[in-house]
Nanobody, 133 residues
Framework: QVHLVESGGGSLQAGGSLRLSCVASGDTYRRYYMAWFRQEPGQEREGIAAIDRRGYTSYTDSVKGRFTISADNAASADNGKNTLYLQMNSLKPEDTGMYYC?????????????????????WGQGTQVTVTS
């Protein structure tokens, strides 16, 4: 069983940068896919970026070249934790939303890390990002 906790959200002006973190604790030593999703009120949750233990990544078109997803697995074998990051640069007002960390450990194999909600079974509580013009 895995537990996810996000941090790093905030409010800032367009053009700024922000880094989100998500600490995964528990049974984290297995093969995994992890991702960031964004959701605005009344809208569906949208996959932004995803990564797997091999380091393969996927991005939605609107964030390519501006956002970078990464993961630190070094501590996983020692304390059962690994950390997911989302570096967000050149932020735009349309990047505003609640950002959720998601993970699936074990399970199906994907050629590239998936961006669909249905691929993930574990979710964090979310962290709000607000970008003003």
């Amino acid at each position: 069983q895995v537990h996810l906790v996000e941090s790093g959200g905030g409010s800032l002006q367009a053009g700024g940068s922000l880094r989100l973190s998500c600490v995964a604790s528990g049974d984290t030593y297995r093969r995994y896919y992890m991702a960031w999703f964004r959701q605005e009120p009344g809208q569906e949750r949208e996959g932004i970026a995803a990564i797997d233990r091999r380091g393969y990544t996927s991005y939605t078109d609107s964030v390519k070249g501006r956002f970078t997803i990464s993961a630190d697995n070094a501590a996983s074998a020692d304390n059962g934790k690994n950390t997911l990051y989302l570096q967000m640069n050149s932020l735009k007002p349309e990047d505003t939303g609640m950002y959720y960390c998601a993970a699936v450990y074990g399970g199906d194999y994907w050629l590239t890390p998936p961006l669909g909600v249905e691929a993930y079974d574990t979710w964090g509580q979310g962290t709000q990002v607000t970008v003003t013009s």
